[in-house]
């Protein structure tokens, strides 16, 4: 069974620039999540998706982050513009059940770099 | 609110030894689900185990246990007869009914000398 696919695996950009992370989750499962780790940190959830609605989104910054799930298939996030303090890994995480008890299987992540 | 708090932020310990890592939590929940993820080097996040809050039975998978403790809010894992693989970063998470959220410590780093 294929894991979570995320791409890319690392990104470097200028600040003001915009950026895309693409994510796939296991087939089947229902619940997709977006969190951002910064280094020596835990994960930190930006959005939730169970199918297509995004049922948590209030850690997302929504001035300059978007997110969509198409189909309730694959997930895009977006920044734009990027600033310096959006340098983490951006990781995608997959369930199969909705709501949060279920255990998660992550993807290898993006490593963003905002110069 | 919820919370979770690792305490150790780094362990170092030779191989072949025991090693605990601590993981408190605050819920005002009664329902709700602790995990562990293991983080190796390669940055991908494993999951370990899931415990609910109605099952306090002690845990053992092989060279690990997990204890879970009601009455201190914590839901300690112990590693036994402790590898050079099983150095990487652990999580513990928390996930509540009322909330509806999960939210991770900030983890333990795990050096495991051999």
């Known amino acids: 069974e294929a894991g979570v696919v995320q791409s890319p695996r690392y990104k470097i950009i200028e600040k003001k620039q915009p950026v895309a992370f693409w994510c796939n989750p296991i087939s089947g499962h229902n619940t997709l999540y977006w969190y951002r780790q910064n280094l020596g940190q835990g994960p930190e959830l930006l959005i939730r998706y169970e199918n297509e609605e995004a049922v948590d989104d209030s850690q997302l910054p929504k001035d300059r982050f978007s997110a969509e799930r198409l189909k309730g298939v694959d997930s895009t996030l977006k920044i734009q513009p990027a600033e310096l303090g959006d340098s983490a890994v951006y990781l995608c995480?997959?369930?199969f059940g909705t709501g949060t008890f279920y255990e998660q299987y992550f993807g290898p992540g993006t490593r963003l770099t905002v110069t | 609110a919820q919370k979770v708090t690792q305490a150790q932020t780094e362990i170092s310990v030779v191989e072949k030894e025991d090693v605990t890592l601590d993981c408190v939590y605050e819920?005002?929940?009664?329902?709700?689900?602790l995990f562990w993820y293991k983080q190796p080097p390669s940055g991908e996040l494993v999951f370990l185990i899931r415990r609910n809050s109605f099952d306090e039975q002690n845990e053992i998978s092989g060279r690990y246990s997990w204890n879970f403790q009601k009455s201190t809010s914590s839901f300690n894992f112990t590693i036994t007869a402790s590898q050079v693989v099983d150095s990487a970063v652990y999580f513990c998470?928390?996930?509540?009914?009322?909330?509806?959220?999960?939210?991770f410590g900030k983890g333990t780093r795990l050096h495991i000398l051999p």
């Open positions: 995480a997959s369930s």
């Open positions: 819920t005002r929940d009664t329902t709700y689900y």
């Open positions: 998470a928390l996930s509540d009914h009322r909330d509806d959220k999960i939210i």
